[in-house]
Structure formats: C-alpha cells, structure tokens
C-alpha cells in the first residue's frame, strides 16, 4: 500500500517537468533554423530567436535564466523573444515541448522590393 501511495505522489511531482522536456540529450533539429543547426558547435555563446507554442509567463522566463540562458527581449507577438545562450543550453531548449520554432539572430543580408527598384518614389512607402 505505502509502494502504490509512492508511485502515485511520484507521478504526480513529475508531470509538470515532463510537460516542458522531452528525455533526450539530442538538440530538436526540427525546430532550429539550418544557420542555428550550423551553430551549435560553436564555444561562444549565441543569439536566438525563439518561438513558443503560446504566450508563456514569467515562470517560463524565470526557468531559462535557472538553465544559463539571459532573455534579452520578450516579444508577445512572436510568443517568444531574443535570448542568449551556450549551444549546450540552446541544444536543451530545443527539447521543451513550449518551444515551437527557433533560429540564429543573424543580420539581414539583402532586402528585395518588389517593382522598378530604379523608382525611389514608390518605394518610400517600403521603408
């Protein structure tokens, strides 16, 4: 009886870690850009862009800076922001189930405008 008691108070103190992790110690390609895939091998720390499955709280952001992982932005309509962290780190994240998509922070190299790029006139409005 006290076994059955155990299991069951066991379970229990389990199931809300389990909801943000997956058992794995392999990063979730998947949900990375293919520049932060090319990244994770890198010993410097990284910038990314990360994407949740809904608006979290601030327990969530709470429980990534315990991970090493520094938020430098929340962006609520992304449902994420721009964090800072090890490939190690950044590797684990991607296992949680709330992540839904996350990607390198990278400059943006070309911006394309659709149109006659010669009339500046009309493109004002782009910019």
């Given at each position: 009886?006290?076994?059955?008691?155990f299991m069951?108070?066991?379970?229990?103190?389990?199931?809300?870690?389990?909801?943000?992790?997956?058992?794995?110690?392999?990063?979730?390609?998947?949900?990375?850009?293919?520049?932060?895939?090319?990244?994770?091998?890198?010993?410097?720390?990284?910038?990314?862009?990360?994407?949740?499955?809904?608006e979290q709280?601030?327990?969530?952001?709470?429980?990534?800076?315990?991970?090493?992982?520094?938020?430098?932005?929340?962006?609520?309509?992304?449902?994420?922001?721009?964090?800072?962290?090890?490939?190690?780190?950044?590797?684990?994240?991607?296992?949680?189930?709330?992540?839904?998509?996350?990607?390198?922070?990278?400059?943006?190299?070309?911006?394309?405008?659709?149109?006659?790029?010669?009339?500046?006139?009309?493109?004002?409005?782009?910019?």
């Amino acid at each position: 009886m006290r076994l059955a008691v155990f299991m069951v108070a066991l379970v229990a103190s389990m199931s809300g870690s389990l909801a943000y992790t997956n058992i794995t110690d392999q990063p979730d390609m998947s949900k990375m850009s293919n520049e932060l895939v090319s990244e994770l091998s890198s010993l410097e720390e990284l910038e990314v862009i990360v994407q949740f499955t809904g608006e979290q709280d601030n327990s969530v952001w709470k429980s990534l800076e315990s991970m090493g992982i520094d938020m430098i932005s929340e962006m609520s309509v992304l449902n994420g922001g721009l964090i800072v962290g090890t490939a190690k780190e950044i590797s684990r994240l991607s296992t949680f189930s709330i992540v839904k998509h996350m990607e390198l922070n990278v400059p943006i190299e070309h911006f394309y405008l659709p149109g006659d790029q010669d009339d500046t006139e009309s493109m004002m409005h782009e910019t």
